[in-house]
């Protein structure tokens, strides 16, 4: 009776004529149930939502709580009105380490559960800044009539003996509000005579950046760490975001459209985040030398590489360049995003979420993270378009600009005509005669 009671309330008060407490629980369960189904069928897409707002991540845990306690009361209560007499003293025993069993079966996922609610809140407390927003989040339309919303996604590498981090990787994401079709736009590290925002950073560099000496070439990798280097040029942003702020401003005006928000990945973090999944399976084309100093080799062939592996195999530039990197870059985080799924997540939750929290900086607003799952949403059904700013397109040392922003107009003018093949952009100049390629394959 106490573990039917445990599956059914009420089963127990039946049993022993207690009818009506009886009922009243088995309706209690009922509902209880048909909510829960309920909410986690037809509401599936906003309790991603509800998950990445911590005041909610706090009211799921108490709920989870008061449901357990409700759970426990209801077998010790049933296992009180069904005990053995107390001359059955093995009975009694017995029953008793039943019950007792029978509630820990209820707390352990319970405890498990909040645990998973609390790691998660802390994550989003230490990634996301409440009401960071530059401007008002509306709840019927929380991205202010934008029609595109543009994320830069960092790459930052910093190594000993290397002053400051540098973004060897650099990808803009546009983003449709309403179809949810991306465009990737990728820039090598090595632009050169980059032009500054206006302002005290294009005062101070009116022909484009040069850099300050021989350690800084003047390349837009080292963009980010001049900005967190010299406040003067970004007046009135706060340390830790100056780099950020200043990256942001200059890939905008060079692609001609707005970045709103950015996210930088440090690439050892992104390491810990690969083996937190347990490894990312990709399809090596040609052999990559492994390591700093040549320690071995990632043979062709479609294999599981560690975080390690996987790292050096988004970095490596041995007898290859950083346009052939800048593919693999795009298809190993292509992997990563398709790999980790729900039962891998949760599988490896806290170490994913300590990892994440020493890996990933942004400055995304809390209040808009439920809109992002939204748009996350339709992207997931939507086709994402690849395009790279790299040789013989665009010549790094001295680059076209007019020609990079036109090209990006193009293409999203493409973007938003399903029904056309995308045939890249052509350019009676001289140099640009080669077509776009706005499909990057990873096979």
Known sequence: MTVASTVLWGVAHIATERRKSGVALMAAYVLMLAGALTVFTAFSVNLLSLAVQPRWMTVLTVALVVIALAWIT???????????????????????????????????????????????????????????????????????????????????????????????????????????ATVLFGLPRNLQRVPLPKGPARDRFPWGFTGTGPDTPG????????????????????????????????????????????????????????????????????????????????????????GEEALWYGRSRTDSDDYVRMGRQKCLLNAVAKQADPITVLNSFERLAAATKRAISTDLPQDLLP????????????RIRSLNFVPPLVNTASPD????????????????????????PRTPSAGHDAPVNLDATCR
Not at 171 to 179: F, G, L, M, N, P
Not at 222 to 249: F, N, S, T
Not at 273 to 298: F, H, N, Q, S, W
């Open 219 to 306: 390349l837009l990798n080292e963009i980010y760490q001049y900005g967190e280097d010299h406040p003067e040029v970004v007046p009135g942003v706060p340390k830790g975001r100056r780099g950020a702020e200043l990256i942001k401003q200059t890939i905008g005006g060079i692609l001609g459209i707005p970045v709103h928000f950015h996210a930088m990945v440090d690439m050892k973090g992104f390491a810990e985040i690969v083996d937190a999944m347990g490894g990312v399976r990709v399809t090596i084309k040609e052999p990559i030398v492994y390591g700093k100093y040549r320690e071995g080799m990632l043979p062709a062939g479609t294999r599981k590489l560690s």
């Open 74 to 180: 209801v077998i010790v209560w049933s296992f009180l009105l069904v005990r053995p007499p107390r001359s059955d003293l093995v009975g009694r025993v017995l029953t008793t380490t039943l019950t007792i069993a029978l509630c820990a079966l209820v707390l352990a996922p319970t405890a498990y559960a909040t645990r998973l609610a609390y790691v998660s809140r802390d994550v989003v407390n230490t990634l996301f800044t409440p009401g960071d927003s530059t401007a008002p989040v509306l709840a019927h339309d929380p991205w202010n009539g934008a029609e595109r919303v543009n994320f830069l996604l960092l790459g930052g590498d910093s190594a000993p003996g290397r002053p400051g981090v540098r973004t060897d990787s650099m990808t803009v994401a546009s983003v449709a509000v309403d179809s949810g």
């Open 401 to 424: 600009w007019y020609f990079i922003r036109r090209t990006v107009r193009e293409a999203l003018r493409e973007q938003d005509r399903p029904r056309r093949a995308l045939a890249g």
């Open 371 to 382: 809109a992002v799952i939204d748009l996350s949403q339709r992207v997931k059904d939507a």
